[in-house]
């Protein structure tokens, strides 16, 4: 089997949805997975039965029980509605214990794409870590470049970038048309969204 680059990104919910459903898919046909959740830490539902699906199934979170972002990209309003579950950072210096984490993380992943030990290797919300500076994307790009040829490659996040997407052979973008949460107020729900 030939290994493909896939990118899922945009602003519209179901991206990990997405990357979670391929593994489901390559258990049941004897495949095995690593899935690193990067800026994720274990406390979502899916965490729950994908950790009791090993051997077959490695899963790892690479993040803490807070969120990171670059000043400037946030918005006052959800800054108020995160309060201390968000911590902003200045441009260009992300807090030194989240960057070791994410290095742990490439690592881990640098390792698993080259060994050829995984048929399918997903590296969720690594896009968002691209586009906030704590992944570099020369680093990530030599890596897919040399890759095991039968590992397929998941990447997953809002804001891809322009040569992650070109380099990639298929590319999804979820786009929101209507959303509840912003229509109606609703806050993550628990087996849905979280």
Known sequence: MLGMIQVYTGD??????????????????????????????????????????????????????????????????????????????PPGQPPADYLALVAAGL???????????????VLDEINVALHFGLVDWARLADMLDRKAAGTEVILTGRRAPDPLLAKAHLVTEMREIKHYYRDLGLEARLGIEN
């Not at 830490?41 to 994908?50: F, R, T, W």
């Not at 690592?107 to 290797?121: F, I, Q, W």
Request: hydrophobic share 45%.
């Open 107 to 121: 690592e881990r992943a640098e390792a698993a794409l080259l060994s050829g030990n995984y048929d399918v290797v």
């Open 12 to 89: 519209g919910k179901g991206k990990t949805t997405a990357a979670i459903g391929l593994a489901i898919r390559a258990l049941g046909a004897g495949k095995t997975v690593l899935f690193l959740q990067f800026m994720k830490a274990k406390g979502y539902s899916e965490h729950q039965i994908l950790s009791r699906l090993a051997p077959d199934l490695t899963l790892a979170t690479l993040g803490k029980p807070f969120f990171v972002a670059p000043a400037g990209t946030i918005s006052e309003e959800d800054k108020a509605k995160w309060g201390d579950s968000v911590v902003i950072f």
